[in-house]
T-cell receptor
Framework: GENVEQHPSTLSVQEGDSAVIKCTYS??????FPWYKQELGKGPQLIID?????GEKKDQRIAVTLNKTAKHFSLHITETQPEDSAVYFC??????????FGTGTRLLVSP | SAVISQKPSRDICQRGTSLTIQCQVD?????MFWYRQQPGQSLTLIAT?????????ESGFVIDKFPISRPNLTFSTLTVSNMSPEDSSIYLC????????????FGPGTRLTVT
């Protein structure tokens, strides 16, 4: 089955710095790659996604890049703010609308 | 997106008992899913809740332990049966609105502690 690796497991940055989280996957048939943000005590929130026919997608301070050949995709957060502190999960679709999640990255943004 | 609610938001239960978790969506959706998130861990898919038929379970999860119902397009329940402390987790429902690669939106989760 699909295997999704996510790195790093924890990431500490200063406010205003950029943060990058990377995920690799194994199934070349996967074609949908969402990113979720989970704050303490809440359910995961879809923040951005990318499909296999696109190499990059941006939404204000966040962007996602996809390298299908290398089977990896990354989340980029620029000008980080303390409210960006959360756990971020990547995911990859497999089968009919199912998602397999990465192991998560705990991002801490210090003022 | 969709507004998804879950009941209860949290519960503390005794070993050997069962708990039923409800998931309600504010609009009709194509797919509903149930996930488990063990403390400090990632999300693991338990099953796909099929409207009007038996749920489709992932490897490692069985109907006797996690019976699921989906009587209509906006509501589903997950029961955690004969609970043990190892069942202490966050249980999340999610819904998909679109086609084969549709976005999934999550409810707030139910935090279950089994003593």
């Amino acid at each position: 089955g699909e295997n999704v690796e996510q790195h790093p497991s924890t990431l500490s940055v200063q406010e205003g710095d950029s943060a990058v989280i990377k995920c690799t996957y194994s199934d070349s048939a996967s074609n949908y790659f969402p990113w979720y943000k989970q704050e303490l005590g809440k359910g995961p929130q879809l923040i951005i996604d990318i499909r296999s026919n696109v190499g990059e997608k941006k939404d204000q301070r966040i962007a996602v890049t996809l390298n299908k050949t290398a089977k990896h995709f990354s989340l980029h957060i620029t000008e980080t703010q303390p409210e960006d502190s959360a756990v971020y999960f990547c995911a990859v679709n497999t089968g009919f609308q199912k998602l397999v999640f990465g192991t998560g990255t705990r991002l801490l943004v210090s003022p | 997106s969709a507004v998804i609610s879950q009941k209860p938001s949290r519960d503390i239960c005794q070993r050997g008992t069962s708990l039923t978790i409800q998931c309600q969506v504010d609009s009709q959706v194509t797919m509903m899913f149930w996930y488990r998130q063990q403390p400090g861990q990632s999300l693991t898919l338990i099953a796909t809740a099929n409207q009007g038929s038996e749920a489709t379970y992932e490897s490692g999860f069985v109907i006797d332990k996690f019976p699921i119902s989906r009587p209509n397009l906006t509501f589903s329940t997950l029961t955690v049966s004969n609970m043990s402390p190892e069942d202490s987790s966050i249980y999340l429902c999610s819904v998909s609105l679109a086609g084969a690669t549709g976005e999934q939106y999550f409810g707030p989760g139910t935090r279950l502690t089994v003593t």
